[in-house]
């Protein structure tokens, strides 16, 4: 397999052109404008923090794969803004809206919930053993970072197409601390491009990323669920158990697997 690098790096452009990150997808924006980043943002760090105990229940992600015959598809809310299996999309939005994880940890420069840096860490370990180094772009986003790469986005190419390409503040799955946005090491120029998907990156985390407890969130065939194009860039970590059944049983969306609507509108 083609050698590629495992680290986690702070958001940058492929091709020249920057972009502009939503609660998935992004549109794109000039090269001056992807470098501003709010200030009070905090600044990532290159070393991995060993992740803080977790306030979730042990077995939130636990090491067996189910089968699809008997889950409990109920065990976790999916409106709990701090429960594993919470559902963002535009018809359901975080409550509170200014919502923070308590349990926010640095893994190799983003920040994620602790219940999701161990197997975060063995993907990253596993992917590096089969030659294949993963690099992304952001994981947790506050609602003002979000709120101001929307604004940013309206100002520039108005509220409609901003709707369409970028999450409302309050309405992105990256504010819950569980989501992730990968970067190919290997082709810069399909980094958040659909050639992204052609990747070797992409490739690995469609095969293996379930293993881990991730789920590529947006794809092309659950567009109509998740209001969203496909990503094959953003992972949403939902542990191992639910990622397994997700895997087994064919369902194509959170929103299908867990019975929670969804689409393109926002509610009026």
């Not at 090269?31 to 290159?46: D, F, R, Y």
Request: net charge negative; charged share 15%.
């Amino acid at each position: 397999m083609v050698a590629v690098v495992v680290s986690l790096v702070a958001l940058g452009a492929g091709a020249g052109t920057a972009w502009a990150l939503g609660a998935g997808l992004l549109s794109p924006r000039t090269p001056a404008a992807a470098s501003s980043t709010p200030a009070s943002e905090p600044t990532p760090v290159a070393t991995t923090v060993a992740p803080a105990a977790t306030a979730e229940p042990s077995d939130l992600a636990p090491s067996t794969t189910p089968t699809a015959t008997g889950f409990d598809l109920t065990r976790y809310s999916t409106a709990d803004p701090a429960s594993l299996w919470v559902v963002v999309n535009k018809q359901h939005p975080i409550v509170p809206l200014h919502y923070v994880p308590t349990d926010l940890v640095w893994v190799a420069g983003v920040q994620v919930r602790s219940v999701e840096a161990p197997d975060l860490q063995a993907m990253i370990a596993a992917a590096k053993a089969d030659g294949v180094r993963l690099s992304a772009s952001t994981a947790y986003r506050s609602y003002n970072f979000q709120l101001s790469i929307h604004a940013d986005l309206v100002s520039r190419t108005g509220s409609a197409n901003a709707d369409r390409y970028s999450a409302r503040a309050g309405f992105s799955e990256h504010q819950t601390g569980l989501a992730l946005d990968l970067r190919s090491a290997t082709a810069s120029a399909c980094n958040l491009a659909a050639c992204f998907a052609r990747t070797v990156e992409a490739q690995w985390v469609a095969e293996h990323a379930w293993e881990y407890g991730f789920v590529v969130r947006y794809t092309a065939d659950n567009t109509a669920s998740t209001g969203y194009a496909a990503e094959p860039w953003h992972l949403r970590y939902v542990g191992r158990d639910l990622a397994g059944w997700i895997h087994t049983s064919g369902v194509g969306s959170l929103e299908e697997a867990l019975g929670v609507s969804g689409g393109p509108d926002y509610p009026a």
